[in-house]
């Protein structure tokens, strides 16, 4: 298994046991719904899904969604068990972005 770690906030999570050859990057699933949400939005609404990311429905029924592990409850909390090391600035907070709730 792979360890990840993200490119903005540097927050590393996977396989505590993976060596630094085996670190892939990317967005944790914080920073998207800090970062991306508004793009996400715009992109759901392209593919034909409602613009739910990151509005607090746990309930979601888009399940062919390619946003849903970075917006469901239940899956964040997964990836925050998953963490390994939390850079000096980075918590992983997981909770609704002030652009999404106003």
Same mark, same amino acid.
């Given at each position: 298994?792979?360890?990840?770690?993200?490119?903005?906030?540097?927050? /590393?999570?996977?396989?505590?046991?993976?060596? /630094?050859?085996?670190?892939?990057?990317?967005?944790?699933?914080?920073?998207?719904?800090?970062?991306?949400?508004? *793009?996400?939005?715009?992109?759901?609404? /392209?593919?034909?899904?409602?613009?739910?990311?990151?509005?607090?429905?746990? %309930?979601?029924?888009? %399940?062919?969604?390619?946003? *849903?592990?970075?917006?469901?409850?239940?899956?964040?909390?997964?990836?925050?068990?998953?963490?390994?090391?939390?850079?000096?600035?980075?918590?992983?907070?997981?909770?609704?972005? /002030?652009?999404?709730?106003?």
């Amino acid at each position: 298994m792979l360890k990840y770690k993200c490119l903005l906030c540097g927050i /590393e999570w996977g396989d505590p046991g993976a060596t /630094e050859l085996d670190i892939s990057h990317g967005y944790c699933p914080a920073c998207i719904r800090k970062q991306y949400t508004s *793009r996400i939005h715009r992109a759901q609404l /392209e593919a034909g899904y409602s613009d739910c990311f990151n509005r607090g429905y746990n %309930d979601c029924a888009e %399940d062919g969604c390619c946003f *849903r592990a970075a917006c469901q409850d239940e899956l964040i909390n997964g990836w925050k068990r998953a963490v390994i090391q939390r850079a000096a600035a980075a918590e992983p907070e997981g909770l609704i972005c /002030e652009a999404a709730s106003a």
